[in-house]
């Protein structure tokens, strides 16, 4: 029930496409969900966040869509560029359990230019 | 921009030795955490802690390991004897109290590889 579900694996998308990455949770005591962005040897970065009570939110070109009834989550890309290639890792928090990161698999994402 | 540091950033041991990897988290920030990331897999969580001491530890967070605050700034993870498994990438995490203080942020890594 701690798990949350990410697809795809991998993804390439030529420059100026959308890139379009899943999530999937279980637990609906989730209160927080985050995307961080990757890059080879370096530490998780925070890229965007959303908490259950909003449909959208839009950072830029970074748009997280959550639906709640069906306990899924989605980031776009939009305008996907070669510096966006990285790994994207959803995850997910509770309140009440001092908000560790339950992570995703992580989706590795090349844009070709 | 403040941000969390951790050293070593790359460690070698021998299988059965102890090991210390070091954080120094984001100054106002009062919840610290160590996850690890084994190479090419997802990260996972190890341990939180807060006011001096652990308030959530997953399975993998097993009697080998163990964290401390010694001062005011690092924070610790001891690993008492390691095992070839233990190799990956630890990273510490830090976040502020409150309610905007979800955001939990990482440190760059520390490697660690077991022969």
């Known amino acids: 029930q701690q798990q949350v579900k990410q697809s795809p694996q991998s993804l390439i998308v030529q420059k100026g496409g959308i890139s379009i990455i899943n999530c999937a949770y279980e637990?609906?005591?989730?209160?927080?969900f985050p995307w961080y962005q990757q890059f080879p040897g370096k530490g998780p970065a925070l890229l965007i966040a959303?908490?259950?009570?909003?449909s959208e939110k839009k950072e830029g070109r970074f748009t997280i869509s959550f639906n709640k009834s069906a306990k899924q989550f989605s980031l776009h890309i939009m305008d996907s560029q070669p510096g966006d290639s990285a790994t994207y890792f959803c995850?997910?928090?509770?309140?009440?359990?001092?908000?560790?990161?339950?992570f995703g698999g992580g989706t590795r994402l090349m844009v070709k230019p | 921009e403040p941000e969390v540091t951790q050293t070593p950033s790359h460690q070698v041991t021998q299988m059965g030795q102890e090991v210390i990897l070091r954080c120094v988290p984001i100054?106002?920030?009062?919840?610290f955490y160590w996850y690890r990331q084994i190479l090419g897999q997802k990260v996972e969580f190890l341990v939180s802690?807060?006011?001096?001491?652990?308030?959530?530890k997953s399975e993998i967070f097993d009697d080998q390991f163990s964290v401390e605050r010694p001062d005011g700034s690092n924070f610790t993870l001891k690993i008492r004897s390691t095992k070839l498994e233990d190799s990956a990438m630890y990273f510490c995490?830090?976040?502020?109290?409150?309610?905007?203080?979800?955001?939990?942020?990482f440190g760059e890594g520390s490697w660690l590889t077991v022969v």
């Open positions: 995490a830090s976040r502020r109290q409150g309610q905007e203080g979800n955001t939990i942020y």
């Open positions: 637990n609906t005591a989730f209160d927080y």
């Open positions: 959303i908490r259950p009570d909003v």
């Open positions: 995850a997910a928090s509770m309140s009440e359990k001092g908000n560790m990161l339950t």
């Open positions: 100054s106002n920030h009062l919840y």
């Open positions: 802690f807060y006011n001096n001491e652990i308030s959530e």
